[in-house]
């Protein structure tokens, strides 16, 4: 009772909060932490840890209940719950050492255990468990199924699903209710070892949690049936209390048996080895040589090899694109640091998400287009601090025939609004190598924009290309307009420069290869002397290259001229598409010409 009284206390105390969701599942978690939880709280880096992660994390009054109970906090930070500073937020990041992952986005905590539960199986090489408590209204959510089918077809028995299905929404009831039979059916058609049980009956749930640990070959989920706002009768199954602190949270408490103070010994893990490693070596990054064509696809599978084998921490996923992306070539140097994600772009994220809570460093990839699936899980690894670095391949018109639906056209602006990202478009294939590697090392969610078509090599092998930073392609001191470009328009900008300087008109061009963080310092040089800027981008023309650099020199107020994809395209060869979108050089000549 004592976790039900702390959830009534910390909701009432914020004056906010989930208290009956988290009154719901509090045997489940009472049990998992006096017995079955292998968790070292004054070592919270520990190796052999095993995972707690609340899917649902509306909940998280019950689980700063649980960390007050296991002595990890007192009783005055719990009743910070919600308040300005705290580090007991509304819903749990890991602003706290003991929490994984940010959660309160629905159907997220489950497929991120997956992505954990396979750091531990495949790359640690250790025992530590994955608890995922979830509710029954998020098992609605296509990424629930998604991790379902992963964590089944992958043999995870290293990873327990809680579901808490205490039968009540937001709204009202959920689709299935109480037949925690429908959710069986579901999760043993992934090949699920599955357990219902009543979710008030310790003796059940005791049983499960050390049946679900002792399975092998295959993943379980406890389904408990459980009582919305249990033990408080104004609220218990009733309807309309969802999110809503208790209206008499005295007469509840008094109602719950009364304030508190038990302390429990969660048991530390038993196996002290550290994790497996991989061995690394010298890198050697490919190099392509100048006026070579080459896809910046082909060196970023090239490159991640290579880094592959440079650095042993470095893993990479994909979702069944492998040969268009060409993560392929580290696949079948490195298979046991590759993870097919399939068609499952929202579980691609998600793994990468919790491979880098095990400290290994993700490269996730798939089409550009395809990313806008995954977004919801993008923006929540950004809430996360998560370190992840990105691949978006076949951007833009310049891919040509598959028409629109191939064509990743608001991916910078997707990536750019998250907080702390970087975004990256490389023009060549040395500079993707460049690029691939930098990459390694930055902290939060990098992403890189590869291009489909070869594209000619313009810069030397081994030039570095800092994040940030841009190079200045074509520079007079008579320029009369600077062209801003990045990525496959790189190339279509030095060709309409040399078309109007054989009209006498000098104009600078500049690759902006670093969208986020810009070079500002370029750019104000460049609005500055010339006073007429041409961005060139194969991209919408909301939120990507031409708005970056718009935010950049606003405050000196020179003409810009944003050139982008503005119409809807069709099915054409990829310089009719540049040609039709008006991004190509002739469109970039004519606007140079209105300029000025």
Sequence with gaps: MQLR??????????????????????????????????YD????????????IFSKGHASPLLYALYKAAGAITDEEMLTFRKRGSRLEGHPTPRLPWVDVATGSLGQGLPVGVGVALAGRRLDRLPYHVWVLCGDSE??????????????????????????????GQRGPTRHGW?????????????????????????????????????????????????????????DNREGAHGKPLKDAEHAIVELGGERGVTVKVSPPEVSRPPHTFTGGPLALPSYPLGEKAATRSAYGAALKALGAARGDVVALDGE???????????????????????AEQEMIATAVGLQVRGWVPYAATFAAFLTRAYDFIRMAAISGADLRLIGSHAGVSIGEDGPSQM???????????????????????QTAALVAEMADVSGISYLRTTRGETPVIYEPGERFPVGGSRV??????????????????????AAADLLKQEGISVGVVDMYSVKPVDRAVLNEAATTTGNLITVEDHRPEGG????????????????????????????????????????????????????
């Excluded at 709280?41 to 707690?52: G, Q, R, Y």
């Excluded at 991916?411 to 990256?424: E, F, I, P, Q, S």
């Excluded at 395209?569 to 990829?574: D, I, Q, T, W, Y």
């Design 5 to 38: 009284v702390d959830s009534v206390r910390s909701s009432d105390a914020a004056g906010s909060g989930h208290p009956t969701s988290s009154m719901s599942a509090a045997d489940l978690m009472a049990v998992l932490f006096a017995h079955h939880l292998r």
């Design 139 to 168: 098992l609605a959510e296509g990424s629930i199924w998604e991790a379902a089918e992963h964590a089944g077809h992958e043999g995870l028995s290293n990873i327990t699903a809680i579901v808490d299905v205490n039968r009540l």
């Design 41 to 52: 709280f004054d070592h919270p880096d520990n190796p052999a840890n095993d995972h707690l």
């Design 408 to 430: 990743g056209l608001e991916d910078m602006a997707m990536l750019r609004a998250l907080h702390g990202t970087t975004v990256l478009y490389p023009c060549d294939a040395n």
């Design 545 to 596: 290259l031409g708005d970056a650099v718009l935010e950049a020199v606003s405050e000196l107020g020179p003409r810009v001229v944003k050139l982008a994809v503005r119409g809807m395209p069709g099915s054409a060869a990829p310089g009719e598409q540049l040609a039709d979108a008006g991004i190509g050089r002739d469109a970039i000549v004519a606007a140079v010409r209105r300029l000025l």
């Design 473 to 494: 392609l074509r520079h007079a001191s008579d320029d009369r307009a600077t062209i801003v470009a990045a990525g496959i328009t790189v190339h279509e900008a030095l």
């Design 321 to 343: 694109v492998a040969d268009s992306t060409k993560t392929e070539e580290f696949a079948h140097a490195f298979p046991e640091r590759f993870f097919e994600c399939y068609i």
């Design 179 to 235: 037949d925690t039979g429908a959710y069986a059916r579901r999760f043993g058609a992934f090949g699920w070892h599955t357990i219902e049980v009543d979710g008030h009956d310790p003796g059940q749930i005791d049983f499960a949690l050390g049946d679900a640990r002792n399975t092998r070959r295959r993943p379980t989920v406890i389904l408990a049936r459980t009582r919305k706002g249990e033990g408080v009768n104004d609220v």
